[in-house]
């Protein structure tokens, strides 16, 4: 990692609501391991603000939506069992270099059975089984054939600001 990189979380809004639901999750069960995976998701996104980052690159794989571009966090509440939860992240670069990177947090929710890949693949408007390149490679030769660019969120575009939360 770049010594001076700065970091900034963002929650998308599918991400709020993935923390909304594991709130209510740990409110109907205080006390609980609904209660304690909460806080522990709450902790683990404050770590993936600034400079930590404690994630793993996903790498393409047919049977998703392509995630390359993105990272999986595991989120655990008790240190003798695997971590039950992932985040999905992906870093966008500032433009011009030297700013703020945003870290948009795509998904929130179970490791079972790619539960949380599957929905960061929806949220990102991807299908199954096509890669980035491929992805950007068709918008080109829509463009193209349109004589104009595409509207809409590229690959790389973030999230409107304005909906998202950010830490300080």
Do not use: W
Not at 20 to 30: F, G, I, M, T
Not at 43 to 51: D, S
Not at 81 to 94: A, F, G, Q
Not at 105 to 115: H, K, L, P, T
Request: glycine share 8%; aromatic share 2%.
């Amino acid at each position: 990692m770049t010594e001076g990189l700065r970091i900034k979380v963002h929650l998308s809004p599918g991400a709020r609501q993935d923390i909304e639901r594991l709130n209510q999750r740990a409110l109907k069960n205080p006390h609980s391991r609904d209660e304690a995976l909460l806080e522990a998701t709450i902790v683990m996104l404050h770590r993936l603000n600034g400079r930590r980052h404690p994630t793993k690159p996903l790498d393409y794989d047919s049977r998703f939506a392509d995630l390359s571009d993105c990272d999986t966090t595991y989120v655990g509440a008790d240190p003798h069992e695997k971590p039950p939860l992932r985040i999905v992240s992906r870093d966008v670069r500032p433009e011009p270099p030297g700013g703020i990177t945003r870290r948009e947090i795509v998904a929130i929710g179970a490791r079972r059975d790619s539960e949380v890949y599957r929905t960061a693949g929806q949220r990102l408007g991807r299908p199954v089984g096509v890669t980035l390149d491929q992805l950007a490679a068709q918008r080109r030769a829509s463009a193209a054939k349109n004589h104009a660019p595409q509207a809409g969120r590229g690959l790389d575009t973030p999230a409107p600001v304005g909906a998202d939360l950010e830490f300080d």
